[in-house]
């Protein structure tokens, strides 16, 4: 693995969104909620496949699997970094859509090269995407302790789909070492990029 991006937002800020518009041949996408997931529904019975594909449904489990996270890391702080890494070393590049604590990323940087992402949506956006407040889960060091982080990347998700890939090209860029005055102008050594954001207004492909 010789990069690992990173990325951290509020709920329904669009993570997910984020990751799926990254998602091509070279980049590997995954959440370290995956295998937490995987362990919550064994042990609770709920549908691990709804957990996994239906948005509402988790939500009225986020809780306990809060819960399952957190006590899990007492145990071992970094074990879910751990199995993405060990899962993932032979992919060149990974995103990661759930990032939530420091140590997870001090992890990764001891072993690869690292971009922290911050995707960030108004309350109101959010609002109209879903999300209702609710004091334990968004109050929750898990929501909360990368609120004064630094980034190398922010992402504004207010707008709408056009927008959001106009600012990760930059995230591609920083990803696969392209730079350029343009922000919208890469170098990028694999077609497959471009198949990524080909059709974007203002977006210009050079090889």
Request: charged residues 35%; hydrophobic residues 35%; glycine residues 4%.
């Amino acid at each position: 693995m010789k990069t690992v991006i990173l990325l951290s937002g509020k709920r329904l800020s669009g993570k997910d969104t984020v990751a799926k518009l990254l998602k091509s041949e070279k980049i590997v996408c995954v959440a370290f909620a995956d295998e937490l997931k995987r362990e919550y529904a064994r042990l609770s019975g709920a549908s691990y496949e709804r957990i996994m594909m239906d948005g509402k449904y988790k939500e009225e489990h986020r809780r306990a699997l809060i819960e399952l996270a957190t006590s899990t890391r007492f145990i071992e702080p970094t074990r879910w970094a751990r199995l993405v890494y060990e899962k993932h070393v032979n992919d060149e590049i990974i995103v990661v859509s759930d990032w939530r604590f420091p140590d997870e990323a001090e992890y990764f940087e001891k072993k690869c090269r690292v971009i922290r992402v911050r995707i960030n949506a108004s309350e109101s956006i959010r609002k109209a995407r879903g999300w209702v407040y609710n004091f334990s889960v968004d109050e929750d060091q898990s929501e909360r302790v990368l609120d004064t982080a630094t980034f190398d990347i922010t992402v504004n998700n207010d707008g709408d789909l056009d927008a959001l890939r106009a600012q990760l090209v930059v995230v591609v860029g920083e990803a696969t070492d392209c730079q350029n005055e343009n922000p919208y102008t890469f170098q990028f050594e694999e077609d497959h990029f471009y198949k990524i954001f080909k059709g974007m207004s203002g977006f210009t492909y050079s090889k």
